[in-house]
């Protein structure tokens, strides 16, 4: 799993941080930042639930 | 009780529709109806005029992520909640309605206070303040208004240390915003009250221009208005929606939530033998799912034809989508009517959807934790010392709750 995150769209829920603390952060403004791009095989449902919980799509799967 | 449900075959209901006589926590029987039978139909508003409503949980979400939409309330079709929030939209403007990009670029300007670590940091604080009152409370006389004696000022005293207002000026802000959340008051009671706000949160920033702290609102006086990138209306206007939807909307969530583990004794239970905080953190996420008190409906207007749910919403038709009733949906939800704090609610559409999605989210979820962790932990006997039927409920308020809550212990 490759996860990939547009910066510009985020707007600062702060869902994904919850949902999978260890892939996503946020820089000093809130904006998302990626810890992890192939994220451990048991993070893969937090990161499909910040995925889902993204409300501005910010966040995609992309198969490798 | 009998109930007459509407016939959904026939165009355009009144929306809002009263909820049930003795379901306060449960949506108006009407949307239950319209959700089942015609998820996306008209609906006739105050004004006499006609709105699209959308009352499923996956078309709210569908919807609300469309760039096809806009939230900006001074476009024609624009389905406005009340007489006073229409007067306000043409004296007031924040980035809740207005669209990207000027809409981004405000909102980043206040994004930063409330990222997940910076709430976090906070964390202490609000258990701190969360005691004190609790403290205050048990040693003043019973029964007491909870509303008055905490669920207000916890979340009043935190937005104000983030801001850096004031808090003795309390009565001044949390008055002037139950105007403006007041579905009831006329136009000219919605802008004065606004104009009150913006006029105090003005001064409030000629004060932080003078003299910096570590606050929201003198880093929006320094970075901000003294670099030109705001007026100081604008940065005023700022402040008013960031103190106002700081404390209103949790202080609801605080005084409704409690009411409803009250008439909910397993899972008040449940919540007060919680040491997890994980439990904890999923319980407020199933009391915000299942009170959604932003009750009347977010409202956009389509900027092109958009085809949802068998129906084609036309450029330039009000939209009106009902979180309330999309949170009570079976499809996303099941057994959507149970309050029942194990399950996973993660996808609920409480703090809505799309770029407009609440901003203070992640602060109300520490103060909500920190709260039903806290309070029925400490009062075991806390108990309502009135009839639920006769408590004075915010039916005409743009957020749901109650005005008051006696209880005892």
Partial sequence: MRVEVDQPRCVASGQCVLAAPEVFDQDDDGIVEMLADHPEPDQHDGVREAVAICPAAAIRLVRE | ?409
Avoid at chain 2, 222 to 228: D, F, Q
Wanted: with cysteine.
């Fill in chain 2, 1 to 409: 009780m009998t109930e007459t449900l509407p016939d959904t075959s026939t165009a355009a209901h009144e929306y809002p529709s009263p909820r049930a006589a003795g379901c306060p926590f449960d949506p108006p029987p009407a949307l239950r109806a319209l959700q089942a039978e015609r998820p996306v139909s008209r609906v006739r508003i105050w004004d006499g005029s006609t709105a699209w409503l959308v009352t499923r949980h996956d078309q709210m979400r569908a919807l609300l992520g469309d760039p096809r939409i806009s939230a900006d309330a001074t476009r024609p079709g624009y389905p406005h909640s009340s007489p006073g929030t229409q007067a306000s939209s043409r004296v007031r403007r924040t980035f809740l309605v207005m669209d990207d990009p000027e809409h981004a670029r405000l909102r980043r300007m206040v994004t930063a206070p409330f990222a997940i670590r910076k709430v976090e940091a906070l964390r202490p604080a609000v258990q701190r303040t969360t005691d004190d009152l609790i403290d205050a409370l048990l040693a003043g006389p019973k029964p007491a208004d909870l509303v008055e004696a905490f669920a207000l000022p916890l979340p009043s005293l935190v937005i104000c240390a983030l801001l850096g207002v004031p808090y003795e000026d309390h009565d001044l802000f949390q008055r002037n915003t139950r105007v403006i959340v007041s579905r009831s008051a006329t136009p000219e009671e919605v802008v004065t009250a606004q104009q009150a706000l913006t006029e105090y949160l003005d001064d409030l920033l000629t004060v932080k221009r003078a003299h910096p702290a570590d606050d929201l609102l003198s880093r929006l006086a320094a970075e901000r208005v003294n670099t030109g990138e705001l007026t100081r209306r604008e940065a005023a206007q700022m402040g008013v929606l960031l103190l106002s939807a700081g404390h209103e909307t949790t202080a609801n969530m605080i005084a409704l939530g409690t009411l409803a583990l009250l008439e909910n004794p397993d899972q008040l239970a449940l919540l007060r033998d919680a040491e997890d905080p994980k439990v904890v953190a999923g319980a407020v996420e199933e009391l915000l799912r299942y009170l959604t008190i932003v009750h009347s409906g977010r409202r956009r207007v389509a900027l092109e034809d958009i085809e949802i749910g068998g129906e084609v919403i036309r450029a330039g038709d009000g939209i009106i989508v009902a979180g309330d009733i999309a949170n009570r949906d079976p499809e996303a939800f099941p057994d959507p009517d149970r309050l029942d704090l194990t399950r996973d609610a993660r996808r609920h559409v409480a703090f809505g959807f799309g770029v407009h999605q609440c901003l203070g989210q992640p602060l109300a979820r520490v103060e909500l934790q920190v709260v039903y962790s806290t309070l029925y932990h400490r009062i075991p006997t806390l108990q309502l010392a009135a009839d639920v039927d006769g408590l004075p409920f915010k039916h005409d308020g743009l957020i749901y709750g109650v005005h008051e809550l006696p209880v005892t212990w």
